[in-house]
């Protein structure tokens, strides 16, 4: 969905390093929502918000943080990037009604690689 | 964790055939949500079903949804090349903001 951005899509770290993902939304969604997505485990939530300065862990939280300033951006931060946060993270947004009912909007992803 | 399963993995038809995924689930839940994603991109929206619904349709796609089994289905007919994707469930509990999304199905429909 276009109204969904992530920033970078494409980066490469070293072990150590931290690392900050940013996604922008145009849709005044509520609700937004970081997941990592591996092969052979699905998509796996890791922060999640229900309103500015409102955020939650989720399932695989360990390793992250994130903010939410401003309804537009969540950011999710890798303070210290280790081999096994390599992975391709989604952002996703969603609207209150949405929400209740599942529906979320993703962005395109980020592939992100510590080496 | 409620995280279910798709069923099968993976999945190889000829264009024009029918193609059918099937996702199990653990906990109960309030509605179930298909999802499809096209290799290197982000996961769309395709369907919901709710609790107290038994099928429903869009298009080309049929959902089943049978509580007492915990279990749903994909029926994607007459099948295209462009259907190639990954497809997801994603189960919502009452109450909770949180889709549970399970490993996916992976389709290839050969022209």
């Known amino acids: 969905d276009a109204g969904i951005t992530q920033s970078p899509r494409h980066k490469v770290t070293e072990t150590g390093t931290p690392v900050t993902l940013r996604c922008h939304q145009t849709?005044?969604?509520?609700?937004m929502y970081w997941y990592r997505q591996d092969p052979g485990h699905g998509l796996r939530l890791i922060h999640y918000?229900?309103?500015?300065?409102?955020?939650d862990k989720g399932e695989v939280s360990d390793g992250y943080s994130v903010s939410r300033s401003k309804t537009e951006d969540f950011l999710l931060t890798l303070e210290s990037a280790t081999s096994s946060q390599t992975s391709v993270y989604f952002c996703?947004?969603?609207?209150?009604?949405?929400?209740?009912?599942?529906?979320?909007?993703f962005g395109e992803g980020s592939r992100l690689t510590v080496l | 964790s409620q995280q279910g399963e798709e069923d099968p993995q993976a999945l190889s038809i000829q264009e024009g055939e029918n193609a059918t995924m099937n996702c199990s689930y653990k906990?109960?839940?309030?509605?179930l949500q298909w999802y499809r994603q096209n290799s290197g991109r982000g996961l769309v929206h395709l369907i919901l079903?709710?609790?107290?619904?038994r099928e429903k349709h869009s298009g080309r796609l049929r959902v089943t949804l049978d509580t007492s089994k915990k279990s749903s289905s994909l029926l994607i007919t007459a099948s295209r090349a462009a259907d190639t994707a990954s497809y997801f469930c994603?189960?919502?509990?009452?109450?909770?903001?949180?889709?549970?999304f399970g490993r996916g199905t992976s389709l290839i429909v050969h022209p």
């Open positions: 996703a947004g969603a609207s209150s009604g949405g929400a209740r009912t599942g529906e979320l909007f």
């Open positions: 994603a189960r919502l509990r009452g109450g909770s903001y949180i889709p549970t």
């Open positions: 906990t109960s839940i309030n509605n």
């Open positions: 079903i709710r609790s107290n619904e």
């Open positions: 849709e005044n969604h509520r609700y």
């Open positions: 918000s229900y309103g500015v300065k409102d955020t």
